[in-house]
């Protein structure tokens, strides 16, 4: 069993940054793949960043690639998502999310891949 508190969210003007983290309980945490996903109203829970068990493989949506960094620490249970150059659009609740493959594959990619959900925070981009 998992659980995962996310922080760090709040409200940014456009063109900013913010650091989200999330606290991850559990000792089999440095074996998940480990994803950062969000929500904005009326739209599908998507995939923002994943990153592997050891750090050595991420993935990123293309929405937000050279904008967003996704890292972990192993040894403080904890998985970060940085994100610079903040646009509206970027706008929704942020969820962190555990999988039990230690790996990204294809099913890491989506929401249905994941096993263990924090309850989100809200990031909110002013234009």
């Known amino acids: 069993q998992v659980q995962l508190v996310e922080s760090g969210g709040g409200l940014v003007q456009a063109g900013g940054s913010l650091t989200l983290s999330c606290a991850a309980s559990?000792?089999?945490?440095?074996?998940?793949?480990m994803g950062w996903f969000r929500q904005a109203p009326g739209k599908e829970r998507e995939i923002v960043a994943a990153?592997?068990?050891?750090?050595?493989?991420?993935y990123y949506a293309d929405s937000v690639k050279g904008r967003f960094t996704i890292s972990r620490d192993n040894a403080k249970n904890t998985v970060d998502l940085q994100m610079n150059s903040l646009k509206p659009e970027d706008t929704a609740v942020y969820y962190c999310?555990?999988?039990?493959?230690?790996?990204?594959?294809?099913?890491?990619?989506?929401?249905?891949?994941?096993?263990?959900w924090g309850q989100g925070t809200q990031v909110t981009v002013s234009s």
């Open positions: 559990g000792r089999t945490f440095r074996t998940y793949t």
């Open positions: 999310a555990a999988s039990q493959w230690s790996t990204i594959v294809g099913v890491t990619t989506r929401p249905s891949g994941f096993d263990y």
């Open positions: 990153i592997r068990w050891n750090g050595g493989s991420t």
